[in-house]
C-alpha cells in the first residue's frame, strides 16, 4: 500500500497571508493531483502535474513537482477567505492501476 | 445535470440494518470508484469498477460492504448489518479513458447509524 503524507493538517491564517502546504511519498508518482473540498461537497479538482520539476499557476495558486516525482507543494498567495476548504493531494504509482490515493488533507481556514 | 449524481444524500439508519447507496456516472466513464470520508479527513479508497468489472477492493471493504456495476453505467454500494463505525461519507467518482485523467466526483451520501 502506498502512503502519501500531507502537511500541516490543520492551517489558520489572515485574509492576505501566503502559505504553503506539501505532499510527500516515498515512492515516485506517475501522476499527482491537487483538489479542493467544501463542506459537504465532494472534491474538485483543482490541478495535475506528470513532469518532474513541473510548476502550474492557478491565479494565486502555485503547484511545483519535485524533480524526483516523489513530493509536490501548493502555495497560494494572499489568501483570501474563499480559499476555506480542504486541500487534498492525490496521487497514483507505477501499478496502482488507475487507483488514485489520497492524502489526509489540509483543512484551511482563511480568516478575514 | 450530467455530473455524478448520488443518492440518497443522507441516511439515517439504525444499527444492524442494511443500506443501499446508488451513483450515476458521467455516462461516458468508464472507471468508477467508491471512496468513503470521514469528518476532516481525506477520502479512503474502497472500490474500482472498469466497465462493469470489479477491478479491486481495499481491506477496508469488509464482507459487509457488496458494491455493483453490472450493467457498467450506474452502481449500487450496500451495507449489511450497519455499525455504528460505519458512519462516514461515502463518495463516488467516474474517470474517463485518459491515463491522468481527474477523477469527477459526486456529492456524496453521509451515513449515520445510531
Redesign the interface.
Known amino acids: 500500500t502506498q502512503l502519501l503524507e500531507q502537511s500541516p493538517q490543520f492551517l489558520s491564517i489572515q485574509e492576505g497571508e501566503n502559505l504553503t502546504v506539501y505532499c510527500n511519498s516515498s515512492s515516485v508518482f506517475s501522476s499527482l493531483q491537487w483538489y479542493r473540498q467544501e463542506p459537504g461537497e465532494g472534491p474538485v479538482l483543482l490541478v495535475t502535474v506528470v513532469t518532474g520539476g513541473e510548476v502550474k499557476k492557478l491565479k494565486r495558486l502555485t503547484f511545483q513537482f519535485g524533480d524526483a516525482r516523489k513530493d509536490s507543494s501548493l502555495h497560494i498567495t494572499a489568501a483570501q477567505p474563499g480559499d476555506t476548504g480542504l486541500y487534498l493531494c492525490a496521487g497514483e504509482w507505477r501499478g496502482s492501476n488507475y487507483k488514485l490515493t489520497f492524502g489526509k488533507g489540509t483543512l484551511l481556514t482563511v480568516n478575514p | 445535470d450530467t455530473g ?1 449524481s448520488q443518492n440518497p444524500r443522507h441516511k439515517i439508519t439504525k444499527r444492524g440494518q442494511n443500506v443501499t447507496f446508488r451513483c450515476d456516472p458521467i455516462s461516458e466513464h468508464n ?1 468508477l ?1 467508491w ?1 468513503r470520508q470521514t469528518l ?6 474502497l472500490t ?1 469498477f ?1 466497465n462493469e468489472a470489479q ?2 477492493k481495499s481491506r477496508l471493504l469488509s464482507d459487509r460492504f457488496s458494491a455493483e456495476r453490472p450493467k457498467g453505467s450506474f452502481s449500487t454500494l450496500e451495507i449489511q448489518r450497519t455499525e455504528q463505525g460505519d458512519s462516514a461519507m461515502y ?1 463516488c ?1 467516474s ?1 474517463g479513458g485518459m ?2 485523467g ?7 451520501s453521509r451515513l449515520t447509524v445510531l
Open positions: 455524478v472507471r470508484y471512496y476532516g479527513q481525506g477520502p479512503e479508497f474500482y472498469q477491478l479491486e463518495l467518482a474517470r491515463n491522468t481527474e477523477l469527477f466526483f459526486g456529492e456524496g
